[in-house]
């Protein structure tokens, strides 16, 4: 039997760690809370993996899906797996939501989804930045990404921290996200530019 980490009573609770990072402060790689944030994603992992190992009935993936994101989630909600969350906590989803295989949520920072989006095959949502300076390069820098409601992100699009995507938009396929989406506009490309106006 293992002993228990004479470390674990400096590390933060869940609550500390998600008020820091919705502050958008910076998680040095070092400090308490990157401890934190390495202990709540191995929670993650272990119910991704489960959720992603084998066919589970609707009900039983959104009992997953909850445990995952600790809330109740909407029983409007539709995943098809595999969905990679690398901490699960900071995730929400909104009514009607439908999220497309193979997509990948880096949730630390915030992701909210709003009602009525559709999220694309192996579309990857980012809310962590590293540091720029060589020493610092293991800080983590959050940044929070809502998707407004009814939005639709094509395949193999990429969000960046910070985004905010405005209602009825469109991400079209393989898209990078770099800065914030106006409501009822289609944006394509790497970086991402507004086409047109629904």
């Given at each position: 039997?293992?002993?228990?980490?004479?470390?674990?009573?400096?590390?933060?609770?869940?609550?500390?760690?998600?008020?820091?990072?919705?502050?958008?402060?910076?998680?040095?790689?070092?400090s308490p809370l990157h401890a934190?944030?390495?202990?709540?994603?191995?929670?993650?992992?272990?119910?991704?993996?489960?959720?992603?190992?084998?066919?589970?009935?609707?009900?039983?993936?959104?009992?997953?899906?909850?445990?995952?994101?600790?809330?109740?989630?909407?029983?409007?909600?539709?995943?098809?797996?595999?969905?990679?969350?690398?901490?699960?906590?900071?995730?929400?989803?909104?009514?009607?939501?439908?999220?497309?295989?193979?997509?990948?949520?880096?949730?630390?920072?915030?992701?909210?989804?709003?009602?009525?989006?559709?999220?694309?095959?192996?579309?990857?949502?980012?809310?962590?930045?590293?540091?720029?300076?060589?020493?610092?390069?293991?800080?983590?820098?959050?940044?929070?990404?809502?998707?407004?409601?009814?939005?639709?992100?094509?395949?193999?699009?990429?969000?960046?921290?910070?985004?905010?995507?405005?209602?009825?938009?469109?991400?079209?396929?393989?898209?990078?996200?770099?800065?914030?989406?106006?409501?009822?506009?289609?944006?394509?490309?790497?970086?991402?530019?507004?086409?047109?106006?629904?």
């Amino acid at each position: 039997m293992s002993q228990p980490d004479p470390m674990d009573d400096a590390i933060p609770g869940l609550d500390v760690l998600l008020a820091a990072l919705d502050a958008g402060s910076t998680v040095t790689g070092d400090s308490p809370l990157h401890a934190a944030m390495h202990r709540a994603s191995q929670e993650a992992m272990r119910v991704t993996a489960e959720l992603n190992g084998s066919y589970h009935e609707p009900d039983e993936l959104r009992a997953l899906l909850s445990r995952l994101v600790g809330a109740d989630v909407p029983a409007s909600v539709t995943v098809f797996p595999p969905l990679h969350s690398d901490f699960g906590r900071n995730l929400h989803l909104g009514e009607r939501v439908f999220v497309n295989s193979g997509c990948h949520f880096q949730d630390q920072g915030g992701i909210r989804i709003g009602d009525d989006c559709l999220i694309g095959h192996n579309v990857v949502v980012a809310t962590l930045n590293h540091g720029l300076d060589p020493a610092r390069r293991f800080d983590l820098v959050p940044g929070a990404v809502t998707i407004g409601r009814n939005v639709w992100i094509g395949a193999n699009a990429t969000v960046l921290p910070g985004v905010t995507i405005g209602e009825d938009a469109v991400v079209g396929a393989g898209s990078v996200v770099t800065r914030d989406v106006p409501a009822g506009s289609v944006v394509v490309g790497s970086p991402a530019r507004v086409v047109r106006t629904l």
